[in-house]
């Protein structure tokens, strides 16, 4: 018999290709819930959600995780073996700007499904977090045990009070939470608001690029399809109640570097356009993950040298579709 797994976000970035790695294992039924908000073109998100339009095992809700009342349906027709909670509003620099809609979002669509998941039994919730909960960590490799006390966005505190929240909910009621760390996560259908993809498009058109800083920021890239194994081990964990995990690449890039790479794979130099440092952003990400490798066998295999080729590859043929 088939498992039921609920994926809120499924139609994102990240929610889609875990669908299509559940689809492709063919042991699940799976209802994605979101709310195809405007964030990004929601026409992307349909058009994602397209890719599994044929599929029997696939039921697609338009819905809010705010909204308590439009989730209680979906929990009453299907029993879930597992929660994968990806939906969230994204991106440090635009919480500054809305912060009530962050909290609104992400602190509180995350306790809904999570009471939800209480009252009807659902026994494993993975959480979708950040690598952005580190603040500007001054140890680094970032560990799973560095205190996150420290945000300096809105969207960094949201999802360590989702961090919490599940904490609270595994020890008041014995809901195995499982929050994963997620570390720049690029690859095919990548968000377009997020530096590759929106650096590959300018450059792409021969426009200037938004540099914020001097370049050298470091970020640890990771690609989509590490993240995904991340996932699918933590949605089979069953170890203690609950843990947290970092999933990264375990490696930075300098944003200069980042650059150079695309173009090389794009074949065609950026015209660099010098911004301010940007408030809420931080000097580094680099992920620790030795507790990753031991708990969940996680095993990135993408090095950015041969991820960034794949993301334009993928930037190429969409530039042609879309033509």
Known sequence: MKKNVLVTGGAGFIGSHLVGKLLAEGDWQITIVDDLNDFYSPEIKRANLALFARSLDVEFVEADIRNFAALEPVFERTKFDTIVHLAARAGVRP??????LYIETNINGTTNLLELARQHGVRQFVFGSSSSVYGENKKVPFAEADPIFEPISPYAATKAAGELICHTYSHLFGIRTVCLRFFTVYGARQRPDLAIH???????????????GDGSTRRDYTYIDDIIQGVRAAMAFDASMHEVFNLGESETTELSRLIELLEDALGKKATIDRQPSQPGDVPITFADISKARRMLNYNPTTKIETGIPKFVEWFRSKQAVDA
């Open 198 to 212: 929106k650096f590959a498009r300018l450059i792409h058109e021969g426009k200037p690029i938004p540099v914020f």
């Open 95 to 100: 919480s500054l700007l809305e912060p009530q």
